[in-house]
């Protein structure tokens, strides 16, 4: 699965900052400039929070990032999108991204959960008028 023309060891040089996942791979804390930052209802099924990138702690470069290992499946209902954040100069992994989406109910529910993005989650009526808003009248 690797490129054999990159270097074998794209980790994070703290070892204080790594995050170890349950698939035994390393997420960057030294690479983000707040590890999992609230982003209120702000659900991202792609694309990076730039502002939140530091730059590279491998090759100290600030650039643009790739999205590889990109996946979609279907896990009892619900939409789960994942994909890795990597340095585009050096391929470090930066953050692993997780979005998901169902539906409940009357409402749609979108989730995100990422080193770089954030941490995040929406519900939104699949209704004409939205049940929680509306008003009693008496």
């Given at each position: 699965n690797r490129n054999p023309k990159l270097p074998s060891l794209l980790i994070c040089l703290s070892v204080s900052h790594r995050r170890w996942l349950q698939d035994g791979s390393a997420m960057c804390g030294d690479c983000v400039e707040k590890e999992y930052p609230n982003r209120g209802?702000?659900?991202?099924?792609?694309?990076?929070?730039?502002?939140?990138?530091?730059?590279?702690?491998?090759c100290s470069k600030r650039d643009f990032m790739l999205i590889t290992n990109k996946s979609l499946r279907e896990e009892d209902g619900e939409e789960i999108v994942t994909y890795d954040h990597l340095c585009k100069n050096c391929h470090h992994v930066i953050a692993k991204h997780e979005y998901t989406f169902s539906?409940?109910?009357?409402?749609?529910?979108?989730?995100?959960?990422?080193?770089?993005?954030?941490?995040?989650?929406?519900?939104?009526?699949?209704?004409?008028?939205?049940?929680?808003?509306?008003?009693?009248?008496?």
């Open positions: 209802n702000t659900c991202l099924e792609n694309g990076s929070f730039l502002l939140n990138f530091t730059g590279c702690a491998v539906i409940m109910d009357e409402f749609q529910e979108y989730t995100m959960l990422c080193m770089l993005c954030g941490k995040a989650e929406d519900t939104i009526s699949i209704l004409p008028d939205d049940p929680r808003q509306m008003t009693l009248l008496f």
